[in-house]
Each structure stands twice: as C-alpha cells, then as structure tokens.
C-alpha cells in the first residue's frame, strides 16, 4: 500500500543551534520531558534527585531495548535537576529552550546559574531554540510579560507534544499561570492551555482516549509562602496520573500504557534484528543529492520510515504466502477428499489428508504466534503516516495550529492500541517541528516526489497497482465462469446422455467437476481473504484525491495555496489509511479459521 483545514494561527519556525552525537541507527527513543517549579523547597531536594534517578532507572531497566531520553527547558530548578540525574545515569538529554538563548539567559539572576546552563547544554545531543511566537519579537520578548510567558507556555506544548511521560515535579495546585507546570499538565492531558490554545482547537478537542496523557507526577513543596500541596497529596509521593476517571492515580504503569510501549520496543527490535537488510534492500524518501537543500530533520524521519516500510513488505510477504500456503493446503484436502470418497477408498488417503490438516494448522499457528499479519498492518499504517509526515515537513507544511502536529490527530479515533504509532511519529518529527522551513526547494521536491504523475510518485505508483489488482481480479473472475461453465456442461451431460454411455465414464466427469468446483471455492475464498475488492476501491479513491491534488496544484497561483493543498492531501490520505488498518485487522490468520476451512 502507498501513501495514503485551514487555520489562522501557523505554527512559527524554529532553529536547530546545536547538536551532539547523532541517533543510534534504527531506534526510536522513550522520550520523557520534564515540566517542574523553579523554587523547590531545598530540604526535599535529596528525595527528589531519589526518586527521579528511581523512575528513570525503572523505565530503562524495562525497556532494555530502547534509549531512554530525557528533554527538559533547562530552567532553574526541577529542569536541571532532572537533567543532572539523566545525564547522570547515562542518557542522552534533549534541550528545548523556550525562546533565543541570548534572551533566555536573562531568566538566570547569577554567573553561577548561567554557567550551570551552560554547561548542561554543552553535554546535551540536541539543543533546540523554539522561535518567537506570533506577534512576538525580541523587544517585546524582553523582561517578564505575556509575551516572555507565551514563549514558556509555546514551549511546554512543544514538550507534552514530543514525549511519552511528563515528568511533573509539580505541588499538585491548580493555577492560571500561563505556560506554568499546572498548565503544561493540564495541556498534557487535556489539550487545552488557556490563553494560548485558539479557540478553533479547543472546539475541536478529542474525546476518546489516547496515549498522550502519561504523567509521572513527584508532588513536590515549594520554597514560597502559602505553598502547600495539593488536596489529598504528600510531600515526595509518586505517581503515575492520567485521565482515566476511575484511577487517575496509580502506583504502577497502567495497562493500556504498557501495551504501548511494547509495541514500541517489539518494533525497536524489529529494526535491529533486520538492520543489515533494511540498510542494503530499504526504499528511502530522502534524495541523498538534495539533502543539503532540504530541512535537516528529515533525516530522522526518513531513517525509522526506511524501517517500517522494509518491515511491512517482510512480514506482508510472509503474510500473504501463509495465506497461499493455507489455501492450497486446503484445495489438497478437498480433492484428497474426494478422491478418497469418489475414487479409492483407501485408508492412505485418510492418512494424507490428515498430515495435510496439520500442516496447514501449523502454518497457521506459527504466522499467529509471529503476529505477522498484526506487525504488517501496524508497520505499513506506520510508515503511511510517516511518508506524510516527511512530505509535509519537507514542503514546509503547518498544520495551521500552534498546539498541533502532524501526529497529533492520526488514528485518533481508531484502537487505542495503535498510540504506539503515534508515539513513533511524535519523536521522529522532533526536530523538523522546531524548525519548520518553508523553502521552494522543498516544496518542489514534494510535487516531485509524492504526488508525481502518470509515471512516477503516488499517482504513478496508485495507477499501477490498480492495474494489477483488477488483473488478480479479473483471473478470478474468470475462473469463476469456467467452473459455472463446466458446472452447467456436466449437468446437461448427466441429464440428457444415454445412461448406459454414461455409465462408463460418470465418475471420472463428477470427479472432475468436483475438482473444479473445489479450485473456484478456494480461489474466491483467497480473494476474500486478501481483500482484493476492498484494496480496488481504496486505490481507486487514492487515485482521486492524488489525481484532484495534482490539477488543483497546477492550478495554484501561490506557494501558500500549495501547501493547504498539501496538507487537505495529507489528512485525507491518513484518514484513509486509519480506515485501512481497520478494515484488514478483521482478515487476521488464525490456525483455527484455517482448520475450519478445511
């Protein structure tokens, strides 16, 4: 399968001002950003480095196979201490400064606290300077103001948007203050910010659940009068906080969480265990002759969108020859069958259509336990997702909201087990959603290469695969007609031919017939079991938007038009894709279907 609204607020560019070493090759990190007060009370300071460095070590210790990274603002307070403890243990840090580092050095009253920045920043694997928001600029940006407090509220968004778990060291009381800890967990878990959120986005707040509402909270004092705790908490008590209305708060990861980061882990090794092929056989997006032109987080993008796709042709190829196997193994079965009731009724073929039996169950249990055709269907819907997110980020495409991107609504409505796809492309577009750079390059590239033409992108690509899909069905057509065909030759036969020449060669033709029948059952049962219709009709749609698409982009009179094309593109191809996987996950391979249809 190939690549599957306006607003007044666009999200602002950013810039990328330094870096460390780069990514381990075919990893996607568990990242946890941390939001916390700057006063903390210094007599809980000992507990919480404790219980941070605890909670840290707990996830790495349970999820062996992945990077555990931590993103924090580097202010004053649980910002560093979080990022000592991290770098501490030995993991990587990523710095997201809330606005220009030269302005954001004015927040740190001593020599002493800049130099403790600095030095924090110079250890780090990336440093990211979110830009001005809108209507801001560096005169404005100067002193404590709404504008100062806007960049902080942009900054904690852009955190609860690129992490699994808020970490909060947080008194637990609510407050008004506008880019605050309470109003980055309330964000986390709510998608609301007021006084940052537009009111278009808050109109359009989803209600089912998902997996972007992950607290870790260590209710912390603060050094300040009246700073007492929230109702009901303690000083230095842990816990995990999410939305969920009967146990908001637990002391161990909630499940569906945990099925999450499984699935996120399974596909860490995934790419790994197959890293040498993916590197020889995988198809990239990224043009390596271009890249200098194109923006640099693309790279990330393009490096796990080379995994998910290598993954999922492998396992759709080991999915569709279980399928074939199963089938022919079935077709053996009924003509051993009939052979054995039609033919010789020889306890051998008792023998044989038993070991038939088995062989197919066996395949069909091993493709089970494997979860191939579960792995194919996740993989394809993640690299789908990310061939957009690619293609936006290179055209320089914006969602049109400042607290949203491009992850952000993708299989918001579908199993809430497929958030770990999400959570996959909330980490990849990191560093493209800090410095969203709208170049002609790259927008030229994205015509080029997603949408294409007759030839070549996804409209070349969708054309093809049309074709041949109507060739499989037309082949299965016509093999349905032969065996109506002989089906109505043989009753006619049987009907209106001398019973005494009949006589001599009615089992031969009532075997024969038999046989086909069995061969037209089989193949229509093959096709069902492929979706092979289902796959027409969604390549026909892809065929329409794509090719909508392409006419309205040559119609285009600006750049700006372009991209909210792009972008009414993009989501109609993920809504399409979510519907995809929905559809397929009811066509799994079970051993018992398999022994049924025998």
């Known amino acids: 399968m190939g690549a599957a609204g306006d607003g007044n607020d666009s999200m602002p560019t950013g810039t990328a001002v330094g870096s460390g070493p780069s990514r381990r090759l075919y990893s996607v990190p568990l990242v946890v950003a941390v939001t916390g007060h700057r006063d903390l009370l210094p007599d809980e300071i000992p507990a919480i480095r404790q219980r941070v460095r605890a909670f840290l070590e707990d996830l790495r210790s349970q999820s062996p196979d992945r990077d555990i990274l931590l993103m924090s603002p580097l202010a004053e307070g649980a910002d560093r201490l979080a990022a000592e403890e991290a770098l501490a243990l030995g993991?990587?840090?990523?710095?997201?400064?809330?606005?220009?580092?030269?302005?954001?050095?004015?927040?740190?009253?001593?020599?002493?606290?800049?130099?403790?920045?600095?030095?924090?920043?110079?250890?780090?694997?990336?440093?990211?300077?979110?830009?001005?928001?809108?209507?801001?600029?560096?005169?404005?940006?100067?002193?404590?103001?709404?504008?100062?407090?806007?960049?902080?509220?942009?900054?904690?968004?852009?955190?609860?948007?690129?992490?699994?778990?808020?970490?909060?060291?947080?008194?637990?009381?609510?407050?008004?203050?506008?880019?605050?800890?309470?109003?980055?967990?309330?964000?986390?878990?709510?998608?609301?910010?007021?006084?940052?959120?537009?009111s278009a986005a808050t109109s359009r707040i989803s209600l089912t659940d998902d997996e972007s509402d992950l607290v870790y909270h260590i209710v912390c004092s603060r050094s300040r009068h009246g700073g007492g705790l929230g109702s009901g908490l303690r000083p230095l008590d842990c816990w995990w906080f999410t939305r969920d209305e009967q146990e908001p708060r637990t002391t161990e990861l909630p499940e569906r969480y945990r099925v999450i980061f499984a699935r996120t882990n399974e596909f860490n090794l995934d790419m790994r265990r197959h890293a040498q092929e993916i590197t020889a056989g995988g198809y990239p997006l990224l043009d390596q002759s271009r890249e200098k032109e194109l923006p640099a987080g693309l790279r990330d993008i393009d490096e796990i969108f080379t995994a998910a796709d290598w993954l999922a042709i492998h396992y759709q190829k080991r999915t569709l020859w279980t399928i074939k196997a199963t089938h022919v193994f079935v077709l053996l079965i009924g003509i051993t069958y009939v052979s054995y009731t039609d033919v010789l009724a020889d306890r051998l073929l008792l023998f044989v259509m038993l070991a038939q039996m088995v062989i197919a169950g066996v395949l069909g249990f091993v493709a089970t336990r494997g979860e191939w055709h579960r792995k194919y269907l996740d993989y394809r819907t993640l690299a789908e997702g990310l061939r957009v997110q690619f293609y936006w980020a290179a055209a320089g495409v914006r969602s049109g909201n400042v607290t949203k991107f491009s992850h952000d609504n993708f299989l918001q409505m579908q199993d809430p087990d497929l958030g770990w796809i999400r959570n996959v492309m909330r980490v990849t577009g990191t560093e493209c959603d800090v410095r969203a750079v709208e170049s002609a390059a790259g927008l030229e590239f994205t015509l080029q290469d997603w949408i294409g033409n007759e030839q070549q992108g996804q409209l070349g690509y969708f054309r093809r695969k049309t074709a041949q899909r109507l060739a499989q069905t037309r082949s299965t057509e016509k093999l349905s007609t032969f065996g109506l065909v002989a089906s109505a030759a043989t009753l006619a036969v049987l009907l209106f031919v001398d019973a005494a020449i009949l006589d001599t060669f009615r089992g031969t033709l009532v075997y024969a017939v038999g046989c086909v029948?069995?061969?037209?059952?089989?193949?229509?049962?093959?096709?069902?079991?492929?979706?092979?219709?289902?796959?027409?009709?969604?390549?026909?749609?892809?065929?329409?938007?794509?090719?909508?698409?392409?006419?309205?982009?040559?119609?285009?009179?600006?750049?700006?038009?372009?991209?909210?094309?792009?972008?009414?593109?993009?989501?109609?191809?993920?809504?399409?894709?979510?519907?995809?996987?929905?559809?397929?996950?009811?066509?799994?391979?079970?051993?018992?279907?398999?022994?049924?249809?025998?």
Request: glycine share 6%; hydrophobic share 40%.
């Open 91 to 198: 993991l990587p840090l990523t710095v997201v400064l809330p606005m220009p580092r030269e302005q954001y050095l004015d927040d740190f009253a001593t020599e002493d606290s800049r130099v403790q920045f600095e030095r924090l920043c110079s250890r780090a694997t990336d440093v990211f300077e979110l830009p001005l928001t809108p209507g801001n600029n560096l005169a404005l940006n100067q002193g404590q103001g709404p504008n100062r407090s806007r960049q902080y509220a942009q900054a904690g968004v852009f955190l609860s948007a690129h992490c699994h778990i808020l970490l909060a060291l947080w008194d637990g009381n609510e407050s008004d203050s506008l880019g605050g800890t309470a109003q980055v967990v309330r964000f986390h878990q709510d998608d609301v910010m007021p006084g940052y959120t537009p």
């Open 517 to 598: 029948l069995l061969m037209v059952g089989v193949r229509q049962a093959y096709a069902k079991a492929t979706g092979e219709s289902e796959i027409i009709k969604q390549f026909e749609f892809m065929i329409r938007i794509f090719s909508n698409a392409y006419r309205r982009l040559g119609e285009a009179e600006s750049d700006v038009d372009r991209r909210r094309i792009l972008r009414i593109l993009g989501d109609s191809a993920l809504e399409e894709h979510a519907e995809w996987i929905l559809m397929h996950r009811q066509r799994s391979i079970d051993a018992r279907d398999v022994l049924r249809l025998s």
